[in-house]
């Protein structure tokens, strides 16, 4: 993605634009992006690659998604981003050179940035790595931790890239993967999603955007959006491993050190399109949390409206980082089961959810005062707070054990079987 393309998002999300210029690398960008929420910060660093500047805060609300989704409201935002997942498009591969040229691999003039005291080095963190093995592709989220010249450190979890890795580990292999930087939000909010094995991510972002033109890395023919300003193709070592961390992670918790694959660079190119745009995600702030929770979300509240039709909202709060907390609002005609149970849908829906507040829809449940009020005004502790002990839940949830945990279910709605006017909030004149 380029400069322009970027301020057009901007545009139409309503966001004013703040150029930093140049910012060291160490934490300042961390202090402007937490300070400047609702500005799309652009900045620079000295010896990055030509022609290529740096930004943050350009998703920061649940409306910036709707709007570049072309959505009118987030209950269609939520289902159009679901329609991408079911229904990804054809991809049409173009010429590379057209689009890319290669430079110097050098990591170290790649955006870099030390975004807290307590990190362990210098990081990526809107890396893209997509691999391929035989018909199955792959593109995902991977923070990378800078090692040296040619070589880097990315975080992997038990998921699909570590599927992949394993395949091409059976055969005796490193596994040839590309290292992406500078997409499109979509196209990003795509590679965030967590669809079936053998559900090209690439082609849900196409199929969001509208842009479903890719390229082939020379040497290893990965498929990779046209639209991406930096592209290092390289091989995931089956053998080479380093320390990676210390890191903070969406909870705003270090996650701790681990020995990690290298992966090894090899080639680097650089898109046409100048000036070319690169992503500082700051870990732990908003755009972030958004990211990995938008489209869990969305599945939450698709998932509880099939099972329980009267549900009328779904969040996953920011004080539970858009990942551990959720709050479900029901409307006036929804038992006191049936919103149970959508509890439980919601649960089975994200399972790393670890607390879900149930709340009557005349509680706004953008509003954590309010929210609170339910629990203060609604609910009755002996009998509306329900455990659901050991079962699985986040590796990231720190009272977890090796992710099992437990699950709290809190039922703030208004006891069916009394007057409603009892619970009911006088409102100011």
Known sequence: MDLQELLHVAEITGKQVLDAGFISR????????????????????????????????????????????????????????????????????????????????DFSKLPFL?????????????????????????????RTMYYSRDRVVLRIVPRHLHYIISKYSGRGQDTPAALVLGLSPLQELASATSPPLGVFEISIGAALTGNNKIVKTPRYGIPVPAEASIIVEGVIS????????????????????????????EHLYLSRSIPRAVHAIVPGLWEHQLLMGFPREAQI??????????????????????????????????SYFDAKLAALTAITAHPSVKHVIVV???????????????????????????????????????RSISGAGDKVVVMAIKPRNEPRDKYTRVKVP
């Open 26 to 105: 160490d934490y300042v960008v961390t202090r402007l992006t937490y300070e400047n929420r609702n500005r799309l910060l652009l900045f620079k660093l000295s010896d990055l690659v030509e022609d290529t500047i740096v930004y943050s805060n350009i998703t920061t609300s649940r409306r910036d998604i709707q709007v570049n989704l072309g959505a009118k409201s987030l209950e269609e935002a939520y289902i159009k981003l679901l329609e991408a997942v079911n229904s990804p498009v054809k991809l049409e591969t173009v010429e590379f050179s057209d689009y890319f040229t290669e430079t110097d691999l």
């Open 114 to 142: 030390k975004y807290y005291r307590e990190d362990g080095g210098y990081y990526l963190t809107s890396s893209v790595y997509i691999t391929c093995f035989e018909s199955i592709c792959n593109a995902s989220f991977h």
């Open 238 to 265: 089956r053998t080479e491993k380093a320390p990676e961390g210390p890191f903070t992670d969406i909870l705003m918790l270090l996650d701790h050190v681990r020995e990690q694959p290298v992966f090894i660079g």
């Open 301 to 334: 509240y698709v998932e509880t409206k099939r099972v329980v039709p009267c549900v009328s909202a779904v969040r996953l709060t920011e004080g539970g980082s858009l990942w551990l907390h959720a709050v479900i609002s029901v409307n006036d005609a929804c």
């Open 360 to 398: 009557d829809d005349d509680i706004d449940i953008d509003d954590p005062v309010m929210v609170e009020w339910a629990i203060a005004t609604r609910c009755k502790g002996s009998e509306d707070v329900f455990v659901i002990p050991n079962i699985r839940g986040s590796t990231l949830e720190p």
